[in-house]
């Protein structure tokens, strides 16, 4: 039976794509300045703020907790803060959606703090590994109840005080980087993330200019060491967020791959942990300029203007891959266009997205008729030298907006149309989506 409220759609060849285009934004930014916000005494404002249901699924978290947010304009945000350590307890359980980030950063700051919260969410979040978070903050103290296999619904009862820690990374991961971070706010002393391969760093740049006292070391080892002082108190700021690189990314591909295709992307972040996509796709010769390079909010920006190129296939190191992770999925749309093979390895981290994204894109670039195998760790793709996929196919979305508009992407490439049963979750991250495309069509 078809869902009543989902949202199918049909994307066919595209003439080429021309125009200047401003996308919303970044997720990652917007959430943590909700979240600080909300702890700073005093008001703070934000501009730019990601409209998209995952943010907004934070700004609910964070007024059901005690901060007074409102909305002033289109992005504009006004957020009164409560001060760390006085999150209030929130009347009934949080909904976290579809967002990991969400969930994942706000156990982290109720594990500090004294109230007992509930976070349900999703089918494709309820699937998702918590113990990543569960481990660190349980040794802080928190105690947690989950859904077997450690998974939502479940309930963290936060320990005030708790408890300092030293905590090496497990995985790739600035979720539970920020986690640990956001629980050594409220906590007396210092508290050390070693983080052995980086990752986006928006949480450190953010909790400084909050004014929390935080030091990033590297060692020889090139492993980072995340020391912050607890018990912060956080002065109100004024935030401008700039656009979401990894939404950037799919209009980006886009007009690479479209023949005859001119873009500019206007404002787009380009924190050194979240560009190398840009890196990858101009090393298989895509020709992007970067224009006015600026700061904007304590981050670098930059228009990036892109014309349609020829791309020869690449082996990806994987060393670049955590700050490619969320392009992967347009990525491989990518490397089914370009000439050769493209080897891609050491992406078990894609298995726990929204999707389990290396089956649900080798699965859906097999049924639009690209070549993809997948490997344990990754895929390899033998491109088809710039020659449209032949299409054709119905794609499920898994509840997953990078894949649903990775799909939408490559239907602009394919001979036939290609089906998504439901772009409904692209609202998660990039709610004009559909309308920025059109606008770049003639
Ligand atoms: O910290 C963040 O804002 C994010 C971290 C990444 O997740 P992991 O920490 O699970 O790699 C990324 O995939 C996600 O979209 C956003
Ligand atoms: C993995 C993602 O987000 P989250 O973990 O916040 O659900 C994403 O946006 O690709």
Not at 253 to 262: E, H, I, R, T, Y
Not at 355 to 361: I, K, T, Y
Not at 364 to 381: C, P
Request: glycine content about 12%.
């Amino acid at each position: 039976m078809t869902d009543p409220l989902s949202s199918p759609r049909r994307f066919c060849a595209s003439p080429p794509l021309t125009g200047r285009i401003t996308i919303p934004g970044d997720k990652s930014i917007s959430h943590r300045a909700l979240m600080l916000s909300a702890l700073a005494v005093g008001t703070s404002r934000v501009t730019g703020l990601l409209e998209g249901h995952d943010v907004l699924a934070t700004a609910a978290a964070m007024r059901a907790m005690g901060a007074r947010i409102e909305r002033t304009g289109e992005g504009a945000w006004e957020i009164a803060g409560v001060g760390v350590g006085s999150l209030l307890q929130p009347a009934g359980a949080l909904d976290m959606g579809n967002s990991g980030t969400s969930t994942r950063l706000l156990m982290g700051l109720v594990a500090s703090h004294p109230i007992t919260v509930t976070f349900t969410g999703d089918a494709s979040l309820s699937g998702r590994p918590m113990g990543r978070v569960i481990d660190p903050l349980s040794q802080m103290g928190a105690d947690i109840v989950a859904s077997p296999g450690g998974r939502l619904p479940l309930m963290v009862r936060g320990l005030a005080p708790a408890i300092p820690l030293a905590y090496r990374l497990p995985m790739a991961s600035a979720q539970v980087k920020s986690a640990v971070l956001l629980a050594a706010l409220n906590t007396a002393g210092i508290t050390e993330v070693i983080e052995p391969v980086p990752t986006r760093d928006h949480s450190e740049r953010m909790l400084q200019a909050f004014g929390a006292e935080l030091s990033v070391d590297t060692d020889s080892d090139g492993a980072r060491h995340i020391r912050i002082l607890g018990e912060a108190e956080l002065k109100p700021q004024t935030i401008v967020v700039p656009g979401d690189p990894s939404s950037a990314a799919f209009f980006l591909v886009a007009a690479l791959l479209v023949p005859g295709s001119d873009v500019t992307i206007l404002n787009v972040g380009l924190n050194p942990t979240r560009a190398g996509l840009i890196d990858i796709l101009r090393q298989m010769g895509g020709d992007i300029a970067l224009l006015g390079a600026r700061e904007v909010g304590g981050e670098p920006v930059a228009d990036l203007h892109v014309r349609h190129s020829a791309l020869r296939g690449i082996e990806v190191d994987p060393a670049v891959a955590p700050s490619m992770i969320d392009e992967f999925p347009i990525f491989f749309v990518a490397a089914a266009l370009a000439q050769g093979r493209t080897v891609t390895t050491g992406l078990d981290e894609l298995r726990v997205k929204e999707s389990d994204r290396l089956a649900v894109m080798a699965a859906g670039l097999e049924a639009i008729g690209a070549r993809a195998e997948e490997s344990a760790d990754g895929l390899v793709i033998d491109g088809s030298g710039g020659e449209p996929l032949p299409g054709g196919a119905l794609i499920a979305g898994h509840l997953d907006h990078r894949i649903c508009m990775s799909f939408a992407i490559a239907g602009l490439v394919s001979k036939a149309p290609v089906e998504i049963d439901d772009m409904a979750p692209v609202a998660t991250s990039f709610p004009n989506f559909e309308a920025l495309l059109a606008g770049l069509q003639p």
